[in-house]
């Protein structure tokens, strides 16, 4: 369904957030018979509803707003909406349909679009992806899920969107080249089971796409893409590694090969050189130096390589174009809130990952700060997710650390690791006491890490609030 096929139609936008406004100012131009907005409730991120919105689109609220949505002829739903809310069950069983903003721009822009999701990753690897294909003069907009909305977008040559699995549920059509980070259980309330959000998440390759990059060392990842026979495959990843941290789920394992061989072509990956340095390969040519790529931990290698491939699915020449590519990476834009040191005159290193929000991503920010004295602060709104797998992680790697627990879901991820003996628990009331603990009990050299492998609602707006309090906390300490 492309935004041509509203006109003369009744569309209802569901959620008057960012994504709603950028879907009120898209479809109202195209001519639909009526054009309302419903907002069942309240959130943070719910605009104020008045001038020329309130003109193009009447808003609707509260329960009375179901009527409404049950007399649309197309329901166009924000990402906050998700398939277990009892409004979309009833809007299903009507079998009025139901899509999204980034799916009515997808059926128009497939053709020119890398889209790029997982559970961890996605956000750097859309960053890499977007700013090494500008520096090898591939010009492109970046957007979607970080950034701009997808319907706000610029008219490009090339688009490369980070997709979250919100937005990738109601696509009809996939990418030109879709990017997969990783997979590992995430929003289970919002999709209704494990098995949902991997079905939901991987729509975006259920749809003809021209390439599917992904990371081939995601367990999980390659046993959902063995299933769908006949995707076009190019696999990506690191080098198996001993004691490196597995995929997602199995913390601490060696890092298997792929399961199945699916290109003839070399794979990017990283190698460990007999003098000990590290160098990203395409087979076995040597690009550059690992060290030219300054995001910290393995994981960050492994989306590296993931990018490359994308690149490489595009027509790139990545040999030919080492010297530039390497150059590039020395300027990679900074993403806010994903591994983002905070020097203290202490001397103790605070590290933002406010992004951090499901046990995966904890345990590859702990990876990449292990070999320093570390305080980790976990803990956010419960949506019980298994924490065995980083309890399985700190044990197998032998990890030194103490961990800092907050409401809601803290109490609980420290009695999953109390047993262990390298491991110290302390439980805060709230984050910026959690900041005045770490504070106190970490040295100087030592790093106080923010990774909470939970989302922030419930405490805070979103992640960026979360990060907002964890630096005032920081400099409220000092």
Request: aromatic share 6%; hydrophobic share 40%; glycine share 10%.
């Amino acid at each position: 369904m492309q935004l041509a096929d509203l006109r003369g139609r009744r569309v209802a936008v569901w959620g008057t957030g960012r994504e709603g406004v950028a879907a009120i100012n898209a479809i109202a131009p195209v001519g639909p018979a009526e054009l309302v907005a419903v907002m069942d409730r309240e959130t943070y991120a719910a605009k104020p509803w008045t001038g020329r919105l309130a003109e193009l689109a009447p808003l609707h609220t509260g329960p009375a707003a179901l009527a409404v949505l049950l007399d649309a002829d197309v329901v166009v739903r924000s990402p906050v909406i998700g398939e277990t809310h009892p409004w979309v069950v009833r809007l299903r069983e009507r079998g009025i349909p139901i899509t999204s903003g980034t799916a009515l721009w997808m059926a128009e822009h497939a053709g020119s679009t890398i889209g790029v999701t997982g559970s961890k990753g996605k956000s750097t690897t859309t960053n890499l992806i977007s700013h090494l294909l500008t520096a090898v003069d591939r010009p492109n907009v970046m957007g979607g899920n970080i950034g701009v909305p997808v319907l706000d977008l610029p008219p490009a040559p090339r688009y490369v969107l980070e997709l979250s699995m919100y937005q990738c549920a109601d696509l009809t059509d996939s990418p030109e080249v879709a990017v997969l980070t990783s997979l590992a259980p995430e929003h289970l309330d919002w999709a209704g089971g494990e098995a949902e959000y991997y079905r939901h998440k991987l729509n975006l390759v259920d749809h003809g796409p021209r390439w599917v990059a992904f990371n081939a060392h995601d367990d999980r990842l390659r046993a959902e893409l063995a299933a769908r026979p006949g995707l076009p495959l190019l696999p990506a990843g690191t080098a198996a590694d001993p004691g490196a941290t597995g995929s997602a789920g199995q913390a601490g394992a060696r890092r298997a090969e792929p399961v199945f061989q699916v290109t003839t072509e070399p794979v990017f990956q990283v190698t460990a050189e007999p003098d000990g340095t590290r160098w990203i390969r395409l087979g076995d040519q040597r690009l550059f130096p690992r060290d030219a790529l300054p995001l910290v931990g393995r994981h960050n290698e492994g989306n590296l390589c993931v990018a490359l491939t994308a690149l490489r699915a595009v027509g790139v020449d990545c040999v030919a174009e080492r010297d530039r590519l390497a150059a590039a990476l020395g300027t990679l834009p900074v993403l806010e809130h994903r591994l983002t040191p905070i020097e203290d005159p202490s001397g103790i290193t605070f590290v933002d990952d406010s992004l951090s929000t499901i046990p995966q991503s904890a345990i590859h920010a702990i990876e990449a700060y292990a070999n320093r004295p570390l305080t980790v602060i976990v803990g956010g709104e419960d949506r019980g997710v298994d924490y065995g797998p980083l309890r399985d992680f700190l044990a197998e790697q032998g990890i030194v650390a103490t961990l800092i627990g907050i409401p809601d879901s803290g109490p609980r991820i420290l009695d999953v690791v109390k047993d262990l003996g390298t491991i110290t628990t302390l439980a805060a009331e709230d984050l910026p006491e959690a900041v005045r603990l770490g504070r106190e009990r970490t040295p100087p050299g030592g790093v106080v890490l923010l990774s909470p492998a939970a989302p922030s609602y419930g405490r805070f707006d979103n992640y960026a609030h979360r990060s907002r309090v964890f630096r005032q906390a920081i400099e409220q300490t000092r």
